[in-house]
């Protein structure tokens, strides 16, 4: 019977706590994981020709960006795929976890304590606390 492997969102926002989830993400996959990385961008609700330009800006660099994720787990031989949503990024990520049927969401986070955290809030908690699947959260080596 073949294995056919389980679906991993990865929540990218491109700072080092999202790389390293990424690099720790490679210590327990298995041949037939599918990885989803997934990229949320929150445009501002405008339509004007300035701000589509910055969308498609924004859009563009976004994909950039994930194009290194897509290639450290393609350089190891595992498939993956990039997802750029719009919207909250909590919500967006919940929701897509909830669409692809996924085993686990992987994420980094800085660690804020203290008053910056009740003051910037959390969108690792919040994953937790709704997610319908497993959650790894990855903290960053030299967080706070």
Not at 104 to 109: D, K, R, W
């Amino acid at each position: 019977m073949a294995n056919n492997g389980n679906k991993i969102l990865l929540a990218v926002d491109f700072s080092p706590a999202s790389k390293e989830a990424a690099q720790k993400m490679l210590r327990f996959l298995k041949e037939g994981d599918k990885v989803f990385v997934l990229s949320v961008v929150h445009h501002i609700p405008y339509d004007t020709p300035d701000i589509n330009k910055l969308r498609e800006e924004q859009t563009a660099n976004t994909n950039a960006k994930q194009a290194e994720y897509i290639k450290i787990f393609e350089d190891a031989g595992y498939h993956a795929e990039a997802l750029v949503r719009d919207g909250d990024p909590r919500q967006t990520i919940i929701n897509t976890a909830h669409e692809l049927y996924a085993h686990l969401i992987v994420m980094g986070t800085r660690g804020l304590s203290g008053m910056k955290r009740t003051l910037l809030g959390s969108c690792a908690d919040y994953i937790v606390r709704h997610a319908e699947c497993p959650v790894m959260v990855v903290r960053e080596s030299n967080s706070e």
